[in-house]
């Protein structure tokens, strides 16, 4: 059983510019959850992904999107990017519906630099 | 963003040594989780609590979920070097949402 890989590792970038980082859930998991964990800071919910849909969502502006692919494969899309963006994004996959006992495992994450 | 209020924020301590930290929310929970992250890792569940009251061990850890289902307490008994890094409450209420805590630094010197 494979855990969870993100790509790329580090990551930077120029304000305005757009990035997309990637997610490949642990298998058997359809459930995936992004968060943004800026330095000395715990990580915050930014959306979560069930079956391809969007199942909530957290305090980020629109220019946050993401997509999850059938074989639950996930992506994180922030356009216009800000210095303030500058932060560890965390991938986490879980089995079954958001709120149930489930347990969600982190991938290592993507550091990305907003310059 | 919303964070809960964990303490303390870091510990020094020594080898061999317990070390306890917790964390309040001011909303109620239906689950508590603890992970523990390393430098350049992703955090990694310790243990979960899903009932107010439950008490829970995994090795040498021990974690209680409040009977409020407002506080969160976890216990390391007995350090080792190998304990160090950085421990993490997080909070579910009745969404997908995990809200987590700002994080404990441990430290623990041979």
């Known amino acids: 059983e494979t855990g969870v890989t993100q790509s790329p590792t580090h990551l930077i970038k120029t304000r305005g510019q757009q990035v997309t980082l990637r997610c490949s859930s642990q298998s058997g998991h359809n459930t995936v959850s992004w968060y943004q964990q800026a330095l000395g800071q715990g990580p915050q919910f930014i959306f979560q992904?069930?079956?391809?849909?969007?199942?909530g969502r957290g305090n980020f502006p629109p220019r946050f999107s993401g997509l999850q692919f059938p074989n639950y494969s996930s992506e994180l899309n922030v356009n216009a990017l800000e210095l303030d963006d500058s932060a560890l994004y965390l991938c986490a996959s879980s089995v079954g519906l958001a709120g149930s006992e489930d347990t969600q495992y982190f991938g290592p994450g993507t550091r990305l630099t907003v310059l | 963003g919303q964070q809960l209020n964990q303490s303390p924020q870091s510990m020094f301590i020594q080898e061999g040594e317990d070390v306890s930290m917790n964390c309040t929310s001011s909303s109620i929970f239906n689950t508590w989780l603890w992970y523990k992250q390393d430098p350049g890792e992703g955090p990694v569940l310790l243990i979960a609590?899903?009932?107010?009251?439950e008490l829970t061990s995994n090795g040498r850890l021990t974690a209680q979920f409040g009977i409020t289902r407002k506080d969160s307490f976890l216990n390391i008994s007995a350090s080792i070097p190998s304990d160090v890094g950085i421990y993490f409450c997080?909070?579910?209420?009745?969404?997908?949402?995990?809200?987590f805590g700002k994080g404990m630094k441990l430290t623990v010197n041979p």
């Open positions: 997080a909070g579910r209420g009745g969404s997908e949402k995990l809200v």
């Open positions: 609590l899903y009932k107010a009251g």
């Open positions: 992904y069930y079956r391809e849909e969007e199942n």
